[in-house]
Every structure is written in structure tokens, then in C-alpha cells.
T-cell receptor
Framework: EPEVTQTPSHQVTQMGQEVILRCVPISNHLYFYWYRQILGQKVEFLVSFYNNEISEKSEIFDDQFSVERPDGSNFTLKIRSTKLEDSAMYFC?????????????FGPGTRLLVL | DQQVKQNSPSLSVQEGRISILNCDYTNSMFDYFLWYKKYPAEGPTFLISISSIKDKNEDGRFTVFLNKSAKHLSLHIVPSQPGDSAVYFCAASGAIQGGSEKLVFGKGMKLTVNP
């Protein structure tokens, strides 16, 4: 069964450093998303991406964050200068079609720890 | 700003009995609702969804009920199995009415099914 994959599974970084989280969405999916879950809190939407541009973003997704689809398979989230409060589990998700009721399928997550 | 609320943090049931997980929402623009299951160190796994034009959707042991007037949905699992033990998230989107495909999650409920 096709699945969303994410690398790395864990990332430890120093405050102020840049990190890139990578995702490979399901191959025929067209909508891509990033969510995060801070420990003990709920899963929060960060950004959605369709047709090579951001379609929606939350207030969390400030200028320190960017997303890119550098090739036909990868979808990346970059945090330019990490802060302690960026420590969280980051989930990538994808959905098949432009139909807005398409189910989003999640990857296993990357646990980011900022020291 | 809890637009999606799962007021009970945990539920414990005996194997073979029914598990009922509840979810309330406040935003009347939500029109598509999903349940995800999450094991530790894994991403949310899609279980079942329902759009606002329906009041019930069934898939095997899982049934989701939607009461739009009460802004309430519930997930019934019957019979419950030990493998169902996980954290369950209710999520909603305003995909159709609001044009937003982002998912808004509840805080989750930990279900334990005892053998």
C-alpha cells in the first residue's frame, strides 16, 4: 500500500540553525501539507501546497518557514533559524485530488529537537 | 481557540464491548469530518470520514455518526479489540463551504481496550 515517507525520523539541532525536513508524498497525490504537534498538544496545521505554490498557511507559518517541491517526488519544509519552541513532531500529509474532501494521508513524522 | 473538542482524554473498555468516542465542534463552516488513529512514534492513520450531507457512515467495525444541529460527532467501534488501543483524533475541515482543506484537530483521546 502506498504511503507517505519522511526523513529524518529524528533531528537534533542547535537554536539558530537551519533545518530541512523531507517528505515523499504518495506518488499520484497533488495536495501536500505540513502539520506539527508540540509535545502534549494537538496536531496543528502549518501549510498546504498545490500546483507548486502555497494554497493556505497558518499564523504559525511565518517568514522562518518555507516549503518547496524541488523535484517530482520530494516535498520539503525548511526552518531558517530554529527556535526552542520549534521543537515538535512534524507531519507531512498528502491527498490525491483537488477535490477538497479527499482524505489526507500522513507520514510517520520527524521529531525535531532544538537545543 | 478550540474549534474541535474531544473533552474526554481517555477511555477504557473491555474487549468485545462497544467503544464510543465523542467530538464536538464550534465552527459551522466545517463540513467534512475525519477520525484518525495514532500509535506512539507513528503518524495519524486515517480511519473513517463523513461529510455534512450524511448523518452516518459505516466501515466494518467503525461507524461515525454526525449530528449537525448539535455540532457533534461520534465514533463507534464494535466489537472493540486490544489492537484498537491508540490515541484517536477527531479532525474537521471547511472543505466545501469554506474552501479550506486544512484539517483542524481535536486534542485526542486515548482508548485502551482491555483483553
Amino acid at each position: 500500500e502506498p504511503e507517505v515517507t519522511q526523513t529524518p525520523s529524528h533531528q537534533v539541532t542547535q537554536m539558530g540553525q537551519e533545518v530541512i525536513l523531507r517528505c515523499v508524498p504518495i506518488s499520484n497525490h497533488l495536495y501536500f501539507y505540513w502539520y506539527r504537534q508540540i509535545l502534549g498538544q494537538k496536531v496543528e496545521f502549518l501549510v498546504s501546497f498545490y500546483n507548486n505554490e502555497i494554497s493556505e498557511k497558518s499564523e504559525i507559518f511565518d517568514d522562518q518557514f518555507s516549503v518547496e517541491r524541488p523535484d517530482g517526488s520530494n516535498f520539503t519544509l525548511k526552518i531558517r533559524s530554529t527556535k526552542l519552541e520549534d521543537s515538535a513532531m512534524y507531519f507531512c500529509a498528502s491527498s490525491e485530488l483537488a477535490a477538497l474532501t479527499e482524505t489526507q494521508y500522513f507520514g510517520p513524522g520527524t521529531r525535531l529537537l532544538v537545543l | 481557540d478550540q474549534q474541535v473538542k474531544q473533552n474526554s482524554p481517555s477511555l477504557s473498555v473491555q474487549e468485545g464491548r462497544i467503544s464510543i468516542l465523542n467530538c464536538d465542534y464550534t465552527n459551522s463552516m466545517f463540513d467534512y469530518f475525519l477520525w484518525y488513529k495514532k500509535y506512539p512514534a507513528e503518524g495519524p492513520t486515517f480511519l473513517i470520514s463523513i461529510s455534512s450531507i450524511k448523518d452516518k457512515n459505516e466501515d466494518g467495525r467503525f461507524t461515525v455518526f454526525l449530528n449537525k444541529s448539535a455540532k457533534h460527532l461520534s465514533l463507534h467501534i464494535v466489537p472493540s479489540q486490544p489492537g484498537d488501543s491508540a490515541v484517536y483524533f477527531c479532525a474537521a475541515s471547511g472543505a466545501i463551504q469554506g474552501g479550506s482543506e486544512k484539517l483542524v484537530f481535536g486534542k485526542g483521546m486515548k482508548l485502551t481496550v482491555n483483553p
